[in-house]
């Protein structure tokens, strides 16, 4: 439910009005729901808004967690030396 | 037939009723727009059939309907695209495309300069092609009963000896090729859709893949299948191949090579890039020893630089197309009821 | 694509995989409901369901705004387009699916009638800009993700005095749709669905935050997890939940923090508020009739309301009998156990919302899992 997807800001206008690029794609959105945004920053869009800004330190947390999941596996495996 | 002094001024005006009645002014249209762009030996003998010389081989014919909307898209126009598109049909079935037909329904109202501007798109795909537009048709229809223009297309083409490309030749372990990027064409045109409008680069990539088809063959002429994935895209012609051979075919996710302005598209509107139309692409099926030099000569080809394996046929009573997934998991890849839309959820 | 394609990674798969098959415990089952039409979307065409050890297994909500609409409002959106001639604008979702006799919003294009697909309520802004003398009217379907566009879209209206615009609002509401499925029979005293914990919401949580799913998750002693939409997010989320099971703790937990915060978007919440107020009911199919689990317009904006403007026939509405979408949104069957599922019911010919939209379970098992067994099997014999 409710595509979303980051992008990231290239161009804001005072009408709560923003050009995004996700990839080489631009797509003109509102940022009516969404405040303090700068170029450059990453928004999740959906049916043509700004839902919510992406963070970059969270993101990169989570990814963190889901690589420390393995961790101990690889450990456990190394000792025992089985295949993964 | 040759006008010294057309009184049509294909510049201005539009298209009424009096072009399709067969009289002075269906001729002038033919004289001035149709036979002044599109001349060739053939067309010039000037008969409503086309005389042609015998044929050195088995024939191949195809024909295609062309209704697109929009009719001018970034990368063609529905003039390219029905020369293209036929060509390609006729290339599919291992053939070297020799002639061309072009039917035109027109409806009243059409503007003369936007039917000018695709005879003379049709002219240079077809002479860049090699293959002439040998005879056509005119048709008018009253306004309300023709989306601007159709097109209609037929192919002729001769099959070189030994060469025996066709469906039912597919067979478990042979591997299946792809000769380059997915989705570009239905990208383009939905970036122009109304009430879809996004920016991109991406154009439609509608070519013609008769001198691409040549070089794969002459590297293996025991290819098997061939098919360009139109409508419906990479999905339905994988189904529709399997369903009729009788097999199944497995795909890997993270081979099929697609542009990342496409795939970014695609996600924007929730679109599978699998079942996104291509105008420029071909499947190849052939014998797994075969793959390597076809693949080689396909990316020698400036219309198949980004040709990939994609998969392997397989034995499958279910006849089904499955796909390991970019994180290793498994996906049947279903042939879709009708087109596919964007969504929201 | 930038926090997209990291969280699609196969090596990133195996880590998370591994940790999932270790900590699962052997000696009972776990049965999550994801509650979000996306996050089953997301299951099967991914093929997460084959990361996951056997005892490990995904029960669908019904998190798919499209299959919980009622027959009825389907069928008067229909109306407004054919008897009122609005231009009637929505999301392509709703475009196939199947109101009373059969009759789609594409069917009724077919007919004649003005329905014009959309991206966004901007797009529909500007359709009544370009056609004044025309009414136009914006189909407002969605969870709490898309109510805020819809706010800001009717506030717009209101702002450039737009007369010929408005909205036929059905947006629906998260937590009381959760504490419903949790409430009923079937989970409670028949123990007919086992649901040992959820998925939440992954954009719905970014609009109204965690904390409302506080409530639930103490109430029902089920843990949740707020997960992503990317397949990584899927199975960090289960992992999570999977901890929560074993330590028997039953909290809200958030996995999506890169957009999700416990308090979500203030902003959004707030012109929500401004705009909506709750109806008291609302039908949902398959569901019933639930509680303060709706959304209508204020009489502020009433200028700007549909089912004000235009009058609307009351009408039966009639599902298909042997249809067991209801059950399968409640996740008490599964589509396969629905007697029309590949027969009568196909994509083709939906009989029921679940076939046709996007992510409800009937279409993601036909399209992407139909023979589920045999495209898992390699699978696990290759882990074998």
């Not at chain 2, 996906?331 to 964007?342: H, K």
């Amino acid at each position: 439910m409710c595509l979303a997807i980051p992008a990231k800001i290239t161009e804001l206008d005072g009408d709560d009005m923003a050009v995004v690029a996700l990839e080489g794609i631009k797509k003109r959105i509102s940022t009516a729901l969404v405040e303090d945004l700068a170029v450059g920053d990453y928004v999740l869009v959906h049916v043509g808004y700004a839902l919510h800004k992406v963070s970059p330190d969270e993101a990169a947390r989570t990814l963190q967690l889901m690589a420390e999941a393995g961790v101990l596996q690889d450990e456990l495996d190394e000792m025992t030396g089985a295949d993964q | 037939m040759n006008i010294q002094d057309p009184k049509l001024s294909a510049r201005t005006g539009s298209i009424d009723m009096a072009h399709g009645g067969g009289g002075r002014a269906t001729a002038e249209l033919i004289a001035d727009l149709f036979q002044h762009h599109l001349t060739n030996p053939i067309l010039d003998q000037g008969n409503d059939a086309a005389l042609l010389p015998p044929a050195a081989g088995r024939l191949v014919m195809s024909t295609d309907g062309h209704v697109i909307s929009p009719i001018f898209f970034p990368g063609g126009d529905i003039g390219s695209l029905a020369v293209h598109g036929t060509l390609n049909d006729v290339a599919m079935a291992g053939a070297e495309p020799l002639y061309l037909t072009a039917g035109f329904i027109l409806e009243e109202g059409f503007p003369l300069a936007d039917l000018e501007r695709i005879v003379i798109s049709m002219a240079r795909a077809a002479e860049t092609a090699g293959v002439p537009i040998v005879t056509g048709d005119t048709k008018v229809v009253e306004k309300g009963k023709g989306d601007g223009v159709f097109i209609t297309t037929t192919g002729l083409g001769v099959v070189p000896d030994g060469v025996h490309v066709s469906v039912e030749r597919a067979k478990p372990g042979q591997a299946i090729l792809l000769s380059g990027n997915i989705g570009d064409h239905g990208v383009a045109i939905l970036s122009k859709r109304e009430n879809l409008e996004f920016e991109t680069e991406i154009r439609s990539d509608s070519a013609a893949l008769h001198t691409l088809v040549a070089g794969m063959i002459s590297a293996a002429p025991g290819i098997t299948v061939l098919r360009d994935p139109t409508r419906g895209g990479l999905a339905a012609t994988l189904n529709e191949i399997a369903r009729t051979a009788k097999v199944g075919i497995h795909l890997e996710e993270n081979a099929i090579p697609i542009k990342p302005d496409v795939k970014a598209a695609c996600e924007l509107l929730g679109l599978d890039p699998l079942y996104v139309a291509n105008e420029g692409k071909l499947v190849c099926f052939c014998e797994p020893g075969d793959a390597d030099a076809v693949l080689a000569a396909m990316q020698a080809h400036p219309l198949g630089r980004d040709a990939a394996l994609i998969g392997t046929v397989t034995e499958d009573d279910a006849h089904l197309v499955e796909m390991e997934t970019e994180i290793g998991g498994v996906r049947v890849v279903d042939w879709l009821a009708g087109e596919q839309l964007p969504r929201i959820c | 694509m930038k926090y997209v394609s990291e969280f699609r990674d196969k090596d990133l798969a195996k880590s998370v995989s591994a940790a999932i098959r270790r900590e699962a415990d052997p000696g009972r089952t776990y049965n999550f409901m994801e509650f979000c039409g996306g996050h089953t979307h997301a299951i099967f065409r991914y093929g997460v369901q084959d990361l996951m050890p056997d005892n490990v297994a995904y029960v669908h909500g019904p998190g798919c705004p499209v299959c919980v609409l009622p027959v009825r409002r389907l069928d008067d959106a229909v109306e407004i387009a054919e008897r009122h001639n609005a231009i009637l604008c929505t999301y392509g979702d709703m475009m196939r699916v199947p109101g009373t006799k059969q009759r789609s919003l594409i069917r009724a294009k077919a007919d004649g009638a003005d329905i014009r697909m959309v991206y966004s309520t901007l797009d529909a802004l500007k359709i009544a800009r370009d056609n004044p003398d025309r009414e136009v009217v914006f189909f407002a379907i969605g969870f709490e993700t898309t109510t805020p566009p819809t706010a800001v879209a009717i506030k717009q209206a209101q702002k450039e005095d737009l007369t010929n615009f408005s909205v036929f609002c059905n947006h629906v509401l998260t937590p009381p749709a959760i504490a419903h499925i949790l409430q009923s029979l079937d989970v409670q005293d028949l123990g007919t669905v086992e649901i040992d914990g959820f998925l939440g919401p992954s954009h719905v949580s970014s609009v109204i935050g965690s904390k409302p799913y506080e409530p639930a998750a103490e109430i029902f002693g089920k843990p949740v997890v707020i997960a992503g939409f990317e397949p990584l997010d899927v199975m960090q989320s289960t992992l999570m939940l999977i901890r929560q099971i074993n330590e028997g703790r039953f909290e809200v937990e958030n996995e999506y923090t890169r957009v999700v915060t416990r308090d979500g978007n203030l902003k959004a919440q707030a012109l929500v508020a401004e705009v909506f107020n709750v109806r008291d009911a609302f039908e949902w199919r398959g569901l019933g009739t639930v509680a303060k689990s709706a959304l209508k317009i204020r009489k502020t904006f009433a200028a700007f309301d549909a089912e004000r403007r235009f009058e609307i026939t009351p009408k039966q509405s009639r599902e298909v009998k042997s249809c067991e979408c209801p059950a399968i949104l409640r996740g008490v069957k599964k589509p396969t156990d629905c007697k029309l599922f590949g027969t009568v019911c196909t994509p083709d010919t939906p009989m029921g919302s679940c076939m046709v939209s996007s992510e409800g379970a009937c279409a993601a098992y036909w399209t992407y899992g139909r023979f589920r067994t045999k495209a898992a099997r390699p699978q696990k014999e290759a882990a074998a």
